[in-house]
């Protein structure tokens, strides 16, 4: 089954505490993205990739940091968690050209730091 | 910077009615209009994709139109369900960017 996987799916942390949350995608995208959603404020990009070993700043990437070592996974890392970065998260891929474009979100990830 | 507007207010209609959503952008038109389904605490997913050159995609009881000139898109459900239910949300992105602009999205609630 097609899929974007996400772990942890609920997460309760600590202010400065580091943290990783991993995202897996088994369709061979090879774009990639995150994104935060928080009420009254929709999904807002935080960054994307478009291949292995290249990733972009989307618009709220401030406070986070990814990496794209391998084509399938694609970690969200927060490296000093603040209150502000309580939010739900999500992990997608992108299929473009050939006529499609098309988002395959993960389940999302609940994050609350404390 | 592109902005969407989608209404806020949730829409409530009769089963069997069409559902109709808009969305609204400012600025320029983007390549790509897409259409979102998001149920509670689940991941939005894709359910319909309109060009800047296209004037109406439909799919089974979903139906979408993009008018460039009033810079709106219209989603329609015919035949609703309680199914149906959900917040729908509008994307858009000006080709090329990859950084698609969602909008928050409306809920529908369809009554039995």
């Known amino acids: 089954e097609a899929q974007v996987t996400q772990n942890p799916r609920y997460l309760i942390t600590v202010t400065g505490k580091k943290l990783t949350v991993t995202c897996s995608q088994n369709m061979n995208h090879e774009y990639m993205s995150w994104y935060r959603q928080d009420p009254g404020l929709g999904l807002r990009q935080i960054y994307y990739s478009m291949n292995v070993e290249v990733t972009d700043k989307g618009d709220v990437p401030e406070g986070y940091k990814v990496s794209r070592k391998e084509k399938r996974n694609f970690p969200l890392i927060l490296e000093s968690p603040s209150p502000n970065q309580t939010s739900l998260y999500f992990c997608?891929?992108?299929?473009?050209?050939?006529?499609?474009?098309?988002?395959?979100f993960g389940p999302g990830t609940r994050l609350t730091v404390l | 910077s592109q902005k969407i507007e989608q209404n806020s207010e949730a829409l409530n209609i009769q089963e069997g009615k069409t559902a109709t959503l808009t969305c609204n952008y400012t600025n320029y038109s983007p390549a790509y209009l897409q259409w979102y389904r998001q149920d509670p605490g689940r991941g939005p997913v894709f359910l319909l994709l309109?060009?800047?050159?296209?004037k109406e995609k439909r799919k089974e009881r979903l139906k979408v139109t993009f008018d460039t000139t009033l810079k709106q898109s219209l989603f329609h459900i015919t035949a609703s369900q309680p199914a149906d239910s959900a917040t729908y949300l509008c994307a858009l992105d000006p080709g090329g960017s990859y950084i698609p602009t969602f909008g928050r999205g409306t809920s529908l609630i369809v009554h039995p």
């Open positions: 997608a891929t992108l299929i473009i050209g050939q006529g499609a474009y098309e988002q395959f």
């Open positions: 309109i060009r800047e050159n296209e």
